[in-house]
């Protein structure tokens, strides 16, 4: 069974701290992980990785793949409290189109 | 952008009692659409894969009786809560796939949330 673990599940840190949320996953025919941000409603996406070691980067978020240990992490810099959501992972396997989500992480940045 | 909606955005309703919720992709046709289920502080939980034009297929563990879904054109896809429980209360998000020359993204909706009575 496809499976992704993320961790920690909760993290609590003050404004300008560096975070870094960390996803590990165990599927079959592996095609591309995804990281996503959810406040309220509906999650919004940041990420998609399908290569090892190639560095994602917008703004103060980063995000990079390892295909050989089978993890990511999503690292946040500079923290502000508009960065308080859920962050999520999710991986796509190849020939199919749904997406396996971990359980995601809550980050909290206190001012 | 690719936008999803979802309607209505919040319902209350009385146990034993049915609900529609729809999810439309507003500016692309999606040949394929899923149906997730969120409970508080929980990551999402995929419950159905929603074709056009054929039957949903469900993940292990979720009623296919008591969720229906129609995929009845390329921009709309339904669920329907059959005879509600106070335990179906949660917050159901769709997500539509756009096929592009990038690859393959999924769009997700506003979210519905259902209080069962």
């Known amino acids: 069974e496809d499976k992704v673990v993320q961790s920690p599940l909760s993290l609590v840190v003050h404004e300008g701290d560096t975070v870094t949320l960390n996803c590990s996953y165990e599927?079959?025919?592996?095609?591309?992980l995804l990281w996503y941000k959810q406040e309220k409603k509906a999650p919004t996406f940041l990420f998609m990785l399908?290569?090892?070691?190639i560095e994602k980067k917008s703004g103060r978020l980063s995000s990079i793949l390892d295909k050989k240990e089978l993890f990511s992490i999503l690292n946040i810099t500079a923290t502000q409290t508009g960065d308080s959501a859920i962050y999520l992972c999710a991986v796509t396997v190849q020939g199919a189109q749904k997406l396996v989500f971990g359980q995601g992480t809550r980050l909290t940045i206190n001012p | 952008g690719a936008v999803v909606s979802q309607h209505p955005s919040r319902v209350i309703c009385k146990s034993g009692t049915s609900v529609k919720i729809e999810c439309r992709s507003l500016d692309f046709q999606a040949t394929t659409m899923f149906w997730y289920r969120q409970f508080p502080k929980k990551s999402l939980m995929l419950m159905a894969t929603?074709?056009?034009?054929?039957?949903?297929?469900?993940e292990q563990g979720v009623e296919k009786d008591k969720f229906l879904i129609n995929h009845a054109s390329l921009t709309l896809s339904t669920l329907t809560v059959t005879s509600a429980h106070p335990e179906d209360s949660s917050f159901y998000i769709c997500?539509?796939?756009?096929?592009?020359?990038?690859?393959?993204?999924?769009?997700f909706g506003p979210g519905t949330r259902l209080t069962v009575t």
């Open positions: 599927v079959t025919n592996f095609r591309s």
């Open positions: 997500s539509a796939t756009l096929v592009g020359t990038s690859g393959t993204k999924q769009y």
């Open positions: 399908t290569s090892s070691g």
């Open positions: 929603s074709n056009e034009g054929s039957k949903a297929t469900y």
